[in-house]
C-alpha cells in the first residue's frame, strides 16, 4: 500500500526556515516529498552562466540540510507531476509563487491539471513582501514611481509578516535515479570554479553573512553603501534571489536592530528592499519590462551597436578604471557593487549609445543574483527608459565618480593591477598623467592599459543630440 505524502515544490525558495509552503504542508500530518524542477521547456529565457553555477551550489547545500531527501527533475512540471501522481499517494501540493508571465501561465495550467487528482493545490508568497495586486493607488491602477508606491502603497498598507519556521517530517522517497546531476548545471571549467571563490553557501555560512551586516555593516550603511571598497553592503543579493534568505526575516531583523543601528540607516536598508520590491511589481503590472522600453518613445532612439566596442566594455578595457574595475569585479566576482552597476550602465546606454538590452543581457549572464526583475528594471533606470527612471541627460562621468566614490583607489586598484603603482591624482584619467611617470610605473597607454575608446565630453554630447533627435521626432508623431 502507497504512504499518503505530501509534495513541496522548491523554486526561488531553497530555504526550509520561513518557506510558506513547507509551512502550510506541515500542518496535514503526513510526510512531505521535496523536489526540484529545472523548466528549461516553457520558459523564455534560460537562466544565465553564472545563474547555473551558484543554483548548483546552493540545491546541493540544500539538499544536505535536508539529508539527500530532495528529488531533481529536468523538464516540463506537468509531465513531471503526472509520473509523480503514479508512483506515490500525492494528498497535498504546494509551492511559493514566482511572478514572470510565463511561469504564472505555466502555474495556472498546472494547477489546472492537478486541481481533480489531488486533495489539495496551493501556492504562497515566499519572496515578496507585498503582492503586487495588493498595493494599488486609490483609483486601483498601478504606481509607476517608487517613493509613492514605497511610502504610501507598502508602508500605509498591511506590514510584512513576521518569520515562521514549522516542524516538517521530509518523506525519504529512495531513488537514486534523481540526483541533481541530472539538472547538469556544473560547467565544470575553471571559470566557474574562481568566481565561486568569495561566496559562502552552507546554511550557517549565510547565517553569518547576515549577522556580520547587522553588526557591523548596517552602521553606516546610508553614507557607506556608495562606497565600492567598503563593508557596508549586505552582497545578500544572491542569497535572496535564490530565496537562501527570506525577505520577511531581513525586513523584521531590521527591528531587532532599533537600540544598537540609528534609523536612518535602517530605513535606508528597508528602502532598498523596497526597490527589489518595486521591480517584481513593475514585472507583474507591466510584464513587457524585460524585453521593451516602458517608455515606448525611446523605441526610436539612434541606438548604435558595435561588437568591438562593446567587447572592450564586458572585458573591462574601455580606458576609464572605474568602468574597468566594476566589469572585471563582475566577471572575476558573479558581483558588482551597486554604485559601480550605475557608473557602468550609464557608460553603454549613453557614452556608448547602446540600446540597454546589451547590457541586460551580459548582466544576466554574469551576475549571481540576476533576478529578471531587478536586472530589467535597472537597467531600464538607468537608460531613462523605464518607471521612475533617472532622466537620459543625467551621465555619470566616470573620473568623477571615481574620484568621490573611491578617493584612495583601493577598489579601482583591486581590479586594475595594471595601474596599481599610480598616483590617485591621476588613477581615474592616466591619459592626462606626464609619460616619464607612466614610464616610470610600467604602464604604456595602449599595450598594457587601453586609451579611452570615447571622448567623455564628445560622447555625451552626442548623447544629448540623439535625445534631442528622439524629441523631434515625438513633436512629429
Same mark, same amino acid.
Given at each position: 500500500?502507497?504512504?499518503?505524502?505530501?509534495?513541496?515544490?522548491?523554486?526561488?525558495?531553497?530555504?526550509?526556515?520561513?518557506?510558506?509552503?513547507?509551512?502550510?504542508?506541515?500542518?496535514?500530518?503526513?510526510?512531505?516529498?521535496?523536489?526540484?524542477?529545472?523548466?528549461?521547456?516553457?520558459?523564455?529565457?534560460?537562466?544565465?552562466?553564472?545563474?547555473?553555477?551558484?543554483?548548483?551550489?546552493?540545491?546541493?547545500?540544500?539538499?544536505?540540510?535536508?539529508?539527500? +531527501?530532495?528529488?531533481? #527533475?529536468?523538464? %516540463?512540471? &506537468?509531465?513531471?507531476?503526472?509520473?509523480?501522481?503514479?508512483? /506515490?499517494?500525492? @494528498? =497535498?501540493?504546494?509551492?511559493?509563487?514566482?511572478?514572470?508571465?510565463?511561469?504564472?501561465?505555466?502555474?495556472?495550467?498546472?494547477?489546472?491539471?492537478?486541481?481533480?487528482?489531488?486533495?489539495?493545490?496551493?501556492?504562497?508568497?515566499?519572496?515578496?513582501?507585498?503582492?503586487?495586486?495588493?498595493?494599488?493607488?486609490?483609483?486601483?491602477?498601478?504606481?509607476?514611481?517608487?517613493?509613492?508606491?514605497?511610502?504610501?502603497?507598502?508602508?500605509?498598507?498591511?506590514?510584512?509578516?513576521?518569520?515562521?519556521?514549522?516542524?516538517?517530517?521530509?518523506?525519504?522517497?529512495?531513488?537514486?535515479?534523481?540526483?541533481?546531476?541530472?539538472?547538469?548545471?556544473?560547467?565544470?571549467?575553471?571559470?566557474?570554479?574562481?568566481?565561486? +571563490?568569495?561566496?559562502? #553557501?552552507?546554511? %550557517?555560512? &549565510?547565517?553569518?553573512?547576515?549577522?556580520?551586516?547587522?553588526? /557591523?555593516?548596517? @552602521? =553606516?550603511?546610508?553614507?557607506?553603501?556608495?562606497?565600492?571598497?567598503?563593508?557596508n553592503v549586505s552582497r545578500l543579493a544572491p542569497y535572496i534571489r535564490w530565496g537562501q534568505v527570506s525577505p520577511h526575516f531581513l525586513w523584521h531583523k531590521c527591528d531587532q536592530y532599533k537600540k544598537k543601528v540609528s534609523e536612518q540607516n535602517l530605513k535606508t536598508f528597508k528602502s532598498q528592499l523596497g526597490w527589489r520590491e518595486f521591480s517584481y511589481y513593475l514585472l507583474f503590472h507591466f510584464p513587457k519590462i524585460t524585453k521593451k522600453n516602458l517608455h515606448s518613445k525611446f523605441d526610436k532612439f539612434p541606438w548604435i551597436s558595435n561588437k568591438k566596442i562593446f567587447n572592450s566594455w564586458s572585458r573591462g578595457l574601455t580606458g576609464y578604471p572605474i568602468v574597468d574595475a566594476g566589469m572585471r569585479e563582475l566577471y572575476?566576482?558573479?558581483?558588482?557593487?551597486?554604485?559601480?552597476?550605475?557608473?557602468?550602465?550609464?557608460?553603454?546606454?549613453?557614452?556608448?549609445?547602446?540600446?540597454?538590452?546589451?547590457?541586460?543581457?551580459?548582466?544576466?549572464?554574469?551576475?549571481?543574483?540576476?533576478?529578471?526583475?531587478?536586472?530589467?528594471?535597472?537597467?531600464q533606470w538607468v537608460a531613462g527608459t523605464g518607471a521612475d527612471a533617472a532622466p537620459y541627460f543625467r551621465i555619470f562621468n566616470p573620473i568623477i565618480q571615481g574620484k568621490k566614490f573611491d578617493p584612495k583607489g583601493k577598489y579601482t586598484k583591486k581590479y586594475i593591477p595594471e595601474l596599481r603603482k599610480l598616483h590617485i591624482k591621476y588613477l581615474f584619467n592616466p591619459w592626462d598623467c606626464p609619460e616619464e611617470i607612466l614610464q616610470r610605473n610600467g604602464i604604456k597607454l595602449g599595450k598594457n592599459y587601453p586609451f579611452p575608446i570615447v571622448d567623455l565630453k564628445l560622447s555625451r554630447e552626442k548623447a544629448l543630440s540623439a535625445l534631442l533627435t528622439l524629441k523631434e521626432k515625438t513633436k512629429e508623431l
Open positions: 500500500m502507497k504512504k499518503d505524502i505530501s509534495i513541496h515544490w522548491f523554486r526561488q525558495d531553497l530555504r526550509i526556515d520561513d518557506n510558506p509552503s513547507l509551512n502550510h504542508l506541515s500542518i496535514k500530518g503526513i510526510p512531505v516529498l521535496l523536489i526540484f524542477i529545472l523548466d528549461e521547456v516553457n520558459t523564455d529565457r534560460p537562466i544565465g552562466e553564472a545563474s547555473k553555477i551558484w543554483l548548483n551550489r546552493a540545491l546541493i547545500d540544500l539538499n544536505q540540510q535536508v539529508k539527500g +531527501k530532495i528529488m531533481f #527533475f529536468k523538464g %516540463n512540471p &506537468i509531465i513531471i507531476f503526472r509520473n509523480l501522481l503514479s508512483k /506515490f499517494n500525492v @494528498k =497535498n501540493i504546494s509551492w511559493n509563487r514566482c511572478y514572470e508571465v510565463w511561469r504564472i501561465n505555466r502555474d495556472n495550467d498546472l494547477k489546472k491539471f492537478l486541481t481533480d487528482k489531488v486533495d489539495d493545490v496551493k501556492s504562497f508568497n515566499g519572496s515578496l513582501l507585498w503582492e503586487p495586486w495588493e498595493v494599488l493607488k486609490k483609483d486601483k491602477s498601478p504606481y509607476k514611481v517608487f517613493t509613492p508606491y514605497y511610502q504610501k502603497g507598502c508602508l500605509e498598507s498591511k506590514p510584512p509578516r513576521k518569520p515562521i519556521t514549522k516542524k516538517i517530517e521530509f518523506f525519504n522517497h529512495n531513488f537514486a535515479d534523481y540526483s541533481i546531476e541530472n539538472l547538469k548545471l556544473d560547467p565544470k571549467k575553471k571559470w566557474s570554479l574562481n568566481i565561486l +571563490k568569495e561566496w559562502e #553557501f552552507s546554511k %550557517n555560512s &549565510i547565517s553569518k553573512v547576515v549577522e556580520n551586516f547587522f553588526e /557591523f555593516g548596517i @552602521k =553606516n550603511y546610508k553614507e557607506g553603501r556608495n562606497f565600492p571598497i567598503k563593508k572575476l566576482t558573479g558581483y558588482m557593487h551597486n554604485r559601480v552597476r550605475m557608473i557602468v550602465g550609464s557608460f553603454l546606454v549613453k557614452n556608448l549609445l547602446h540600446h540597454w538590452k546589451f547590457g541586460e543581457n551580459w548582466f544576466w549572464n554574469c551576475l549571481f543574483d540576476a533576478d529578471i526583475a531587478s536586472n530589467s528594471a535597472s537597467w
